[in-house]
């Protein structure tokens, strides 16, 4: 009898060992998890980053959450502090940012095209009629300011002698723009398609690809903003950061071809009318490229912005250590 108790007490006793083992190795497992925090504003290259959260996709390696700027001031912000280590961000403001010698990377550009120059004036043609005129532009510093800005000095105009520039966040041009208060804006989807479903005086004259298109063929594109992830962290976590570029691939692509599910998603995420982005995202110019396949189109954007003025993306033309390489 003495025997048997013996040999159930260690039964019982390796049994209690091994699950705490197990216990245990399911907590490394946990702890072993990277936390990505994503700067995002309300803009096309967030959309894929709701879709993985809601899938889940990356659930066996790593804690997906974002956290929204609305400005490029209070994007830098969140790039030298430590809340987020990813970024959603325009292509003038990670040149910059790099070429100040902060550690950060491009892994990939997302939205091409989706600056549009609108207008309530029925008699406006060209952007020498601006003379005289205010025009209103979002996001400070970024692209679509910087080729505004390009385009109508272009045509003999100074900004600030012959065109007055007004910056505001894309919600509050949107708001002027549908109330009447304003009759020039540059704008970005999905704004352009809210703006003109609730005031039909509202009309696109430039497409700035089309424009883009004029300076350098049919066969290139207008790079506006990707995504870009702090140097030291892409270097500690080379696996996750390719899964990471693979999983937002695949959102992407998704969020193209469910147009009426990603538009729910951005309602109930960002709480942005569904029924305007579904009809806003053909033209939100949505397409992943990794870094290095975008290279060829990023030297045609910033050698036309330098050659423009320098100050635009940090005073010169950034290295080939801004682009993130999943090869190294």
Same mark, same amino acid.
């Given at each position: ?233 892409? +270097? ?12 937002? +691939? ?48 990023? +030297? ?29």
């Amino acid at each position: 009898m003495k025997k048997l108790l013996v040999f159930v007490t260690l039964v019982l006793l390796s049994t209690s060992i091994f699950a705490q083992g197990s216990i245990e190795n399911t907590k490394e497992q946990v702890d072993e998890k990277v936390n990505i925090v994503v700067g995002v504003p309300k803009a096309p290259p967030a959309l894929p980053i709701l879709r993985i959260i809601e899938t889940g996709a990356l659930d066996d390696v790593a804690t997906l959450s974002y956290q929204e700027w609305v400005s490029p001031e209070q994007l830098i912000a969140m790039i030298q502090g430590s809340d987020a280590n990813m970024f959603a961000l325009p292509l003038t403001v990670v040149s910059k940012l790099y070429n100040k010698g902060i550690n950060i990377q491009l892994t990939n550009v997302n939205t091409w095209g989706v600056i549009y120059f609108t207008t309530t004036d029925e008699n406006f043609t060209t952007w020498s009629d601006l003379k005289g005129k205010t025009v209103y532009v979002p996001l400070k510093s970024s692209p679509p300011d910087y080729l505004t800005q390009y385009f109508i000095e272009n045509t003999g105009l100074k900004i600030g002698e012959d065109v007055k520039v007004v910056y505001s966040t894309s919600s509050e041009i949107a708001n002027l723009m549908i109330a009447g208060k304003i009759e020039y804006a540059t704008m970005i989807e999905p704004m352009v398609t809210q703006v003109a479903m609730k005031n039909e005086k509202v009309r696109v004259v430039f497409s700035f690809e089309d424009l883009w298109m004029d300076i350098y063929g049919e066969e290139t594109r207008l790079p506006n903003a990707g995504l870009g992830g702090r140097t030291d962290f892409i +270097e500690s976590n080379p696996e996750l950061i390719a899964r990471f570029e693979s999983e937002y +691939e695949k959102a992407l692509n998704w969020v193209l071809e469910n147009p009426k599910e990603a538009a729910l998603l951005t309602e109930k995420e960002f709480n942005m009318n569904a029924k305007v982005i579904e009809k806003a995202l053909p033209k939100m110019g949505l397409m992943y490229m990794n870094a290095q396949d975008s290279k060829p189109y990023l +030297e045609n954007f910033y050698n036309l912005l330098f050659s423009y003025n320098p100050v635009s993306i940090g005073g010169k033309i950034a290295d080939s250590g801004m682009l993130y390489d999943k090869e190294i």
